[in-house]
């Protein structure tokens, strides 16, 4: 079964520039497919990790917004249902969130045929017992994903949309090296340019009028394979509902059967709804309001869920 067009109303679904902040142009059309197909293309178990953490609320503790946490933690449940060891990546300030986002996680199904999920972070400067973790972490990871993390411009520092320096404010460790230290496939998911992989799209980023200071904030580390959408979560609602369907195309599964492993994949609406929770009750916040609730990019939670549901149904189109 060819799946194509349904990957493409997926992109479509989380391509619609929701936050009017210029993102169409970042859209790379067919990614989202191959995205897909190089996680089920892995043998399991294969060790992927995850990097996420984008600390843009530079004057709170814990710095971390409430966009990533969410796709992150759907990336890394769809991931392990293909039998994945998943290592969530980040820095040391935002492992409060991170964590009560990875406990949240709903398994559905039998659990013993999971992979793992687990969590590490790094403080921004490197001892040399961290060092040693980073490297193998590097030779071990088989497979790296980005999805809204704070990826460095020209210049090597990481900024936030309004062009404020995080590294200058202790917030960023060298993450990004995992890029070219593991040499392994690199697919990234971002909503405006300055996150890690956006390279891909640098003189998309530089030429939109909608991004200020797109030269100085857009980020020049290049993925292989690129997931543009408006709000990063999205796509991971929509990569986690794609490697369902490339599993089931990869198996000849029909029907009933692709149903399965999409719910299996993506997660379910009650479950969102208690992982922002928690992440905000451990200090999470909007990172365009600042505020401490349960919104993402400045929106209201349900405009989540429902990119949730269109991903959901259209997704499940060639089951029924």
């Known amino acids: 079964m060819d799946f194509t067009s349904t990957y493409d109303a997926i992109q479509d679904i989380i391509g619609t520039d929701a936050g009017n902040r210029g993102m169409k142009p970042l859209i790379v059309h067919g990614d989202l497919k191959l995205s897909a197909e190089c996680i089920a293309s892995l043998t ?3 060790v992927v990790i ?3 953490g984008f600390p843009c609320c530079v004057n709170e503790s814990p710095p971390t917004e409430t966009d990533g946490p969410p796709g992150t933690m759907a990336i890394a449940r769809a991931v392990a249902a293909l039998g994945h060891d998943v290592i969530i990546v980040t820095e ?3 492992e409060a969130v991170f964590e009560a986002a990875r406990q949240s996680i709903v398994l559905v199904g039998d659990d013993d045929s999971y992979g793992s999920i687990n969590l590490e972070t790094f403080p921004s400067t490197f001892s040399d017992k961290d060092e040693a973790r980073f490297t193998n972490l590097a030779e071990r990871c088989q497979l790296l994903i980005a999805c809204e993390r704070a990826g460095p411009g020209e210049d090597g520092r990481c900024y936030t949309m309004r062009g404020i320096n995080m590294n200058e404010k202790g917030l960023i460790a060298p993450l990004h090296r995992l890029v070219k230290e593991s040499n392994a496939p690199f697919l990234a998911i971002g909503d405006g340019g300055n996150e890690l992989g956006m390279g891909k799209v640098i003189g998309n980023i530089i030429n939109n009028p909608k991004i200020s200071n797109g030269e100085k904030i857009g980020c020049v580390v290049a993925a292989d394979h690129l997931i543009a959408a408006s709000v990063s979560n999205w796509g991971g609602y929509a990569l986690a509902s794609a490697v369902a369907l490339a599993h089931a195309r990869k ?3 029909v029907g009933s059967d ?7 994949c993506l997660p379910a609406e009650h479950d969102e709804i208690t992982l922002l929770d928690k992440c905000v009750a451990a200090g999470c916040r909007d990172g365009v309001s600042g505020k401490m609730e349960a919104t993402v990019d400045g929106m209201p939670l349900e405009t989540s869920l429902q990119c949730l549901r269109d991903i959901r149904e259209v997704a499940l189109g060639p089951t029924k």
Not at 258 to 264: D, F, S, T, Y
């Open 50 to 52: 995850v990097l996420s």
């Open 251 to 253: 198996e000849s599964l």
């Open 92 to 94: 040391s300030c935002n």
């Open 44 to 46: 399991p178990p294969s």
């Open 258 to 264: 692709i149903a399965k492993w999409i719910e299996r």
